[in-house]
């Protein structure tokens, strides 16, 4: 399995396959589920009360993508600190861009293994009569 689809984070190691199909299901679906849950924070009220269920957001979207207690290990011994939430929900977003573009770039040179290019397409014509 490729390293880029292990998430290095506090200590923990997660496994994340986005060209898996189920995988990529629930990681859409916690996403969703997260902007549905964030129409819903609190923007009045006690300052602390708005932190904690921000931070609470976040436990949610990784115990939807990798499982319940996910969030546990990632954030044991952390504060409920929205920069420390914010800073591991960037590094998040960094590996999926990572896992993304190299699964985007390997099927792109897979394909183009396969698919002629065009001067080589003209030539195949030309030499069948066809141009």
Known sequence: ??????????GVSLTL?????????????????MEREEMHLPKDGKASARIRAYCEMYR???DHIFGDGTA???????PVNAAVYDEVYGCFLEFVRTQLTE????RGEALGKYRPNRAQKRATLKKIGKL
């Open 1 to 10: 399995m490729s390293q880029a689809k292990n998430w290095e984070i506090n």
């Open 17 to 33: 396959d986005l060209e898996d199909a189920d995988v990529l299901e629930r990681y859409e679906d916690a996403f969703a589920s």
């Open 60 to 62: 949610h979207l990784y």
């Open 72 to 78: 546990e290990k990632i954030f044991a011994e952390k």
């Open 103 to 106: 699964s985007a770039k390997r």
